[in-house]
């Protein structure tokens, strides 16, 4: 709330948001949230998308982005990881803008799951800025703790958790 008028372009309310998730079953939820600035010309952003998610195995997201105000633009988010076994997992990103022509990014990466080193090889494509890249990370896999084995999404428990890898 905003009681003096100078404040928040004379509006009593301002940036009002909200997160709403509703989970269908353990593995898929539609998810909703949003932004709104009730001033002229104020932003107001809605995500809208489905997720499944499978535990150490499959991660995917499918969304709607849309941002209206200064800057006008609906975009359609898709996300996949997928473990593809034991050693490696596979992950996708890309986004489409709706109400244009163009193609925003896409991104794709192969991660190699060792014992003690993630090894992650991985292209990008960003049409909106003409650009092209690929890209090469080595990460340690060792002390990672709880709440921090999350790859591309998935669930990786840390190296020896099961025995010897």
Known sequence: MFPQEEQNFGELL??????????LGDRFSILSSGIFDVFDKGQQLVNLGLSVHRPERLKVYLGVTSLQGPIDSIVGLASLSYRLGPKY?????????????ANV???????????????????????????????LAVQPRLFRRRGQNLIE????????AFGLE
Do not use: M
């Open 89 to 101: 997992l596979v992950a996708y990103n890309g986004s489409l803008e709706l109400s244009g022509d």
């Open 153 to 160: 999404g998935i669930d990786v428990p840390p190296a020896g």
């Open 14 to 23: 301002g940036l009002i948001d909200y997160d709403w998730r509703w989970h």
């Open 105 to 135: 990014v896409q991104r794709l990466a192969l991660t190699r799951i060792g014992e003690s080193f993630l090894i992650r090889l991985g292209v990008n494509s960003d049409r909106s800025k003409g650009s092209v890249g690929a890209s």
